[in-house]
């Protein structure tokens, strides 16, 4: 998918690097300049251009004059052929089922984008010294390709061009081709997408430049198809113009590349001209983009801006911001104006077919004005800066609407996104297979509903959800014209609620907390329904700074949504790791399912310890050792949840303990008198602390607490303060700098403090004495 990136460099920078181009660039051929007009005029493209005044420029000149090199194409999702679909529905078979005629130098990488390609007839290089070596010696030029592993349309040009023989022909004889995940290498990415967009007003991804050996770019644009076709130069046509001017025009793009990197690195690294803003322009420019914004307010549909629409939530924080500075300032009507502009965008966001109403979270954008339809891929570092937005509008309106959006976001990450050391994964796929077993891709093949399968799914209750979500057995991307140019989804149904709930129940006479558990029953039985479904391509790369804005919605979530009532009820699904979902609190014990699932005729609290531990007995440990960390009331209380659990099995235990031993050994731990606890005070950062610890658990004591504490790290202590006061007051008292001092610590007491792992290991093996 090819996305319409802003430049922010200065219009004198464009026009000294255009004006360069302009001069000192060869024409092409009439027919290819007539290939080119057409490509600029065409109407598909018509939309993208009216909106970037940068081609608006381009066109005007292209009235009067050749067009000359280097030139761009940027596709948009509504430009499509049914040949791009046909190919694009192509996919390869499971690496298990697959044979593979290639392997390139790319199966050695480690990114899931790079891997896709591992198995192209293309002779593709990671981008390194080796691939530029190359170049030099054979003294040609380079394509490079930058795109990520869930993108649409680098998966259309892969199909089309990158798994063609013919075109890996011309690739491997002509160039050194260099594959580079922007998300592995946003710094490459930056470069030769500045470049791109500054030229030509617009990029996105697949994002394909040729470069000089000296990588210098000669030329880029986003995606070509194979062929020319509907008045646009396809990428083999691109390739032989390319060669030819490599060839007989050498100097001229070389000289072109060097200058527009020399431009743009001067207009990317100005300084100050001072040591602070002027006064009142921080303030101006706030006012201003607000008043930008507000000017560029749907109010029909919400969001800001036209279609395609994006979840942009740095334009809600804004405005969220100065809402607030109105509000401090006694301007409450016009507070009051801002806010409301921000929460009907949220409410239509959340209530379009952009948000995911069966598994949670937020597909990308909508390709339409209504956020209906989206494009379905989904990126981790929307999920964590919309969840965060959505906890806002809660702080500020105590509205359990914006909440629980919040809830289904992260629940939805929490389910599908994470891993088992705790890292957060990139994104989803837009594309899956629509069976199992089928040779064929789709985009939003996993996420789409006929009415049959709603019907077949839900029941009697069809009626109710399939008016609720506009389901139709026609199908129902028809909202907008952008909806579905070319009928991919005919007879398919994203789900999108068009009245509001209220309005919904009273018409369906019924109290709103029966209608509302009715659709969070339906929902529950489509999510397992579409848990069978093929699933979509999961990029498992860790990117930390995506990371953080996922953590940071989870850490503020867990205090904001403390103000959610208690009696608060959520209709959504959930599979997770949540102790609360399975615990019977009134009976004791955890049951194996949380219930929702009406095929599963039974709900077991599962006691049997076989192959694989039970979760009631694993769970009495957990809460024991809990209450071993913690102090006062906390540890009562998950002393007592543990209590009760053992009180459901007393049977079991006393009458089939061998089939119970793991819950055997929890219930003699939490009849311990007092838990023994290892205190190791230091910096943990230290060669001495890892010595420390591996005594620490040196010797078996399953009855045994390890708990480590740096006295230097203030959270540490805050977090210990809060939970357990003992255990700071003795960190605090036995502290050496330099050192690491360990505490062992029963009955009240507390040994000597020591600070070599032998007289560490000494003490924990000592045996207790005899009493009579």
């Known amino acids: 998918m090819a996305t319409h990136i802003p430049h922010s460099l200065s219009p004198t920078t464009l026009f000294r690097i255009k004006t360069h181009l302009k001069k000192n660039t060869f024409p092409f051929s009439r027919h290819t300049s007539m290939i080119l007009r057409r490509l600029l005029f065409h109407p598909s493209l018509r939309h993208f251009i009216s909106h970037n005044h940068h081609h608006h420029q381009l066109i005007t000149r292209a009235r009067n004059q050749s067009l000359s090199w280097p030139f761009l194409v940027v596709s948009r999702r509504p430009i499509h052929s049914h040949k791009v679909f046909a190919m694009a529905e192509q996919s390869q078979k499971p690496v298990s089922e697959t044979t593979h005629k290639h392997t390139n130098r790319l199966a050695a990488e480690h990114s899931p984008y790079l891997l896709q390609h591992a198995h192209n007839p293309v002779n593709w290089y990671p981008w390194g010294e080796e691939a530029f070596k ?21 998966h259309v040009m892969e199909v089309e061009s990158f798994e063609d023989e013919g075109v890996a022909k011309l690739l491997n004889e002509w160039f050194v081709s260099i594959k580079v995940d922007r998300e592995e290498r946003p710094d490459v990415d930056k470069v030769y997408m500045t470049y791109v967009q500054a030229l030509y007003g617009g990029g996105g991804w697949p994002l394909s430049v040729f470069l000089s050996p000296d990588l210098k770019p000669l030329m880029g644009g986003t995606y070509f198809p194979p062929d020319d076709n509907y008045g646009r130069p396809g990428f083999k046509t691109v390739l032989r113009k390319v060669k030819e001017a490599w060839e007989n025009k050498r100097d001229v793009l070389v000289k072109s590349g060097a200058f527009a990197i020399e431009q743009l690195s001067e207009a990317l690294s100005a300084s100050a001209n001072s040591n602070s803003l002027p006064d009142g322009l921080p303030q101006k420019v706030l006012e201003l983009c607000a008043e930008q914004l507000a000017g560029s ?23 969220l911001y100065q809402s607030k500075k109105l509000e ?55 999920q964590g800066q919309l969840a965060n937005v959505y906890l806002d509008a809660f702080s500020i309106t105590k509205d359990l609407y914006y909440s629980n959006v919040s809830r289904d976001i992260l629940d939805y990450l929490r389910r599908d996104m994470i891993g088992p050391s705790g890292e957060i994964f990139s994104a989803e796929d837009a594309d899956s297979a629509e069976a199992e077993g089928a040779t064929g891709k789709k985009e939003g093949a996993f ?33 907008s014209r952008m909806s579905d140019p070319h009928n991919e989804f005919e007879g398919k149904n994203v789900l999108i609620e068009r009245n509001s709930t209220d309005a919904m129940a009273s018409k369906f006479s019924m109290p709103i907390e029966k209608y509302v558990d009715a659709l969070g029953t339906c929902r529950r039985e489509l999510f397992s329904v579409r848990s069978t479904r093929p699933q979509p391509h999961l990029d498992d790369k860790v990117i930390v700074s995506w990371n953080g804005l996922a953590i ?14 208690d009696e608060t009820k959520f209709n959504f699904p959930v599979a997770g790791s949540d102790d609360e979902l399975f615990l019977d609190r009134s009976g004791g014990g955890y049951f194996n399912t949380p219930g929702e699932d009406p095929s599963v005729l039974l709900r077991v609290k599962e006691d049997h310890d076989g ?17 071993s960390m913690v102090s006062g009331d906390r540890s009562d209380h998950y002393r007592q949840t543990a209590e009760h659990l053992l009180a459901v099995f007393e049977k079991r235990l006393e009458e089939m303990a061998m089939a119970v031993p793991l819950m055997c050994c929890a219930a003699d731990m939490l009849s311990v008198p007092s838990r023994k606890q290892v205190i190791l005070v230091g910096p943990k950062s230290s060669l001495e602390f890892e010595n420390m610890l591996a005594a620490a658990h ?50 009240f007491t507390c040994s000597p403090a020591v600070t070599d792992p032998k007289s560490l290991e000494a003490l924990l093996s000592k045996k207790p004495s005899s009493s009579s």
């Open 134 to 154: 190359e170049a030099r010696s054979r003294d040609i030029p380079i394509f490079l390709s930058i795109g990520y592993s869930t993108c649409h349309w680098c």
């Open 297 to 319: 307010y749907d109010s029909k549909f919400g969001g800001f801006g036209s279609a395609p629409k994006f979840p942009r939530p740095v334009e809600i924080q804004l405005m």
């Open 328 to 382: 401090e300032a006694g301007n409450l009507g016009k507070a009051k104006e801002d806010l409301q502009m921000v929460l009907y965008s949220l409410q239509c966001m959340a209530r379009g077919g952009v948000h995911d109403h069966i598994g949670g979270g937020f597909h990308r954008y909508s390709v339409d004005e209504c956020w209906h339809v989206p494009h379905f891929e989904k990126m981790l570092y929307d």
């Open 447 to 479: 996420y789409v509903w006929t009415s049959r399968e709603v019907e077949d799914t839900v029941g009697e209750q069809a009626t109710l959800f399939k008016e609720h979500y506009y389901v139709k057995p026609s199908g129902n991307c028809d909202l």
């Open 552 to 565: 940071s919605a989870f850490a503020r979530a867990s205090k904001i949504l403390k103000g959610e009532p």
């Open 611 to 627: 192959a694989e531990p039970s979760g009631n007995s694993v769970s009495v440990i957990n809460l024991v050792r809990l209450a």
């Open 698 to 747: 040196s010797s078996y004591d399953p009855n045994k607490t390890v708990i480590h504490i740096d006295p230097t790290n203030e959270e540490e202590l805050q977090f210990w303060e809060e939970n357990n006061g003992h255990i700071t007051a003795m960190a605090r008292n036995t502290f050496a700098v330099g050192k690491v001092v360990a505490l062992v610590c029963q009955n």
